[in-house]
């Protein structure tokens, strides 16, 4: 396999366009083709025009999942975020139902819970999705975009992992993988991490923060998601997803967690004062993380094109991580045999 062909296994990429033939669309899969990427992500708005994205409605999501399968391999991984309530890219106005938001849902009982999580599971499957950028199991409301947008499943971490736990049985059995977010904990952080670098140094705890990925990483067919957030105490510049002190200190060593761990968007404001794009891939790919997200959807410009020059830039240490590669093409086969795999 050549440089250029590894190197997109390490890439999540946001596509633009909704139906096979959009020339957006074509552009980005060719150029997710050219390096070999085998893991993307959708959304129902592109940030920057303010128009609909890749999410019209049953049908056409279909026929989009499979057109995007049969550029890049049967095997690829297609996500979003489906968390419910405010952040839905399936919602309502494309013929989906509308599902809780993580406070809400906290509030169930436990038996309408397990119903709830499976509607939601069940209709990621229907289209073709396989993995859910859920659930947020950031605990508290400190932050204004977790807990004051509905996020987070409360302050109890034993509670958080109760609800956790529903969510990931749920897509289990319906075949899609899931992604803890946001290590090691934006619950407490101050700021937004799109437009900002928060600093948790001072409001993170341990015991609080990090109990649901004691609890849940372990289970089959989980990835974790780093967060942009700053952590004096464990790394003195970089946010935790540029930190090898935190990615592979704290969660791939300390928690001794063995799956696939990838980043936060790197199109947000808070890992991009780090550096150029190469260099924030670079970091990204040196600190630990096995795949390295940016959903091409922000007022950059940045497309699919453009992130797999910036990743060609930094192909030696794309490249360099054998037991990287493994993760991801293990996991890759997992959530491709879907239910039951």
Known sequence: MTTDAKIGERLMLGLRGSEPGDPGLETDLAACASVGVRAVLLFDRDVASGRARNVIGRDQLRGLTAHIRSRLGADTIIAVDQEGGRVQRLGPDHGFAAHPSAAEFAGMPPRDRVAAADRLAAELADVGINLNLSPCVDIGDGSPVIGGLGRSFGGDPDAVVECASAVIVAHRGRGIGCALKHFPGHGSAPGDSHKTLPDITRSFDPGRDLAPYRALCARDGISVMTAHVLHRGHDRSRPASLSRPITTGLLREGMRFGGVIMTDSLDME?????????????????????????????????????????????????????????????WRRELARGPGG
């Open 270 to 330: 808070g890992v991009r004062r780090q550096g150029a794009l190469e260099d924030v891939i670079a970091a990204a790919a040196g600190a630990g993380a096995d795949l390295i997200v940016h959903a091409c959807n922000s007022e950059r410009a940045e497309h699919a094109p453009e992130v797999a020059a910036a990743a060609g830039a930094a192909a030696a240490r794309l490249t360099a991580d054998a037991e990287a590669f493994a993760r991801l093409r293990r």
